[in-house]
């Protein structure tokens, strides 16, 4: 996995996972220039970036990545509170995992435990050609 977010966004923004299972994916992002915005919070978009790839990668442990990869495909996040500077964490667990499709609950959360996002990501499945 650490190959997989070389040239990323998530190398770009520090992304870093902490769990990686099947059933539950932690990532943390810190909060700072990379990923404010202007009024100096972090920045909505960028909680939604970490949401989602949270969410793909959870989803990409359970599939064959030979044979199929973990595409988004809808999301949405409410924002709870805002964040000037820190960690966050995400933590993506299954909400439904089927043959052509999975979606993930994430929850995004400060180091005082904290909501600061909620999310709900779909995630598909496509054969690779």
Known sequence: MTERRQGTAMEAL???YVELDPDRV???MPVGPKTRQPAGLLH???SVLLAETAASIAAALNIDLRQYAAVGLEINANHLRSKRDGLVTAVATPLHKGRTTM???VKISGEDGKLVCVSRCTV?????R
């Open 26 to 28: 932690v990532m943390t």
């Open 14 to 16: 520090d992304i870093e």
């Open 103 to 105: 979606v993930w609950d």
């Open 44 to 46: 909505g978009g960028a």
């Open 124 to 128: 598909a499945i496509v054969e690779r």
